[in-house]
């Protein structure tokens, strides 16, 4: 059923703990997605593609294990994995076709990292509002 979905998709999202550090370097990642999307699809900038291509590639690099977290998260909810897109990038899309369904995929993957830096933005609130703190005078 589609309510069970929901719920197996939240849950994975509530096991997945971001820090402030995991969360900028998501940032990272999503603005490097972004800017090769957009050159696979315009090819005006090559530079700007190889400086996101390699920005892609240090953060796997540097950051692997956070990727297979987010990865595990992306299978479970049938989202776009950033770590199975950074190593299906290294080879340059051959066609227009495969540049598009390669942008498409950025896309996804950028849309996907950037539900999990708002879902994990966000500070736990209290279950009972605070008192407000009123004047004697």
Not at 14 to 27: C, N, P, R, V
Not at 75 to 101: C, F, G, W, Y
Request: proline share 3%; net charge negative.
């Amino acid at each position: 059923m589609a309510g069970d979905n929901d719920v197996s998709m939240r849950r994975s999202f509530d096991e997945l703990y971001l820090t402030a550090s995991e969360i900028e370097t998501l940032g990272m990642i999503v603005n490097a997605l972004g800017v090769t999307g957009s050159q696979l699809i315009l090819r005006h900038r090559p530079e700007l593609y190889l400086h996101a291509q390699a920005n892609l590639q240090k953060c796997r690099g540097e950051h692997e294990e956070l990727l297979k977290r987010l990865d595990h998260a992306a299978r479970q909810s049938k989202d776009e994995s950033a770590l199975r897109l950074i190593e299906d990038l290294e080879t340059m899309p051959a066609d227009a076709m495969q540049s598009l369904h390669a942008a498409r995929r950025c896309l996804l993957a950028a849309a996907f990292l950037g539900h999990c830096i708002a879902a994990h933005n966000h500070q736990p609130r209290a279950a009972v509002a605070p008192h407000e703190h009123k004047r004697l005078n």
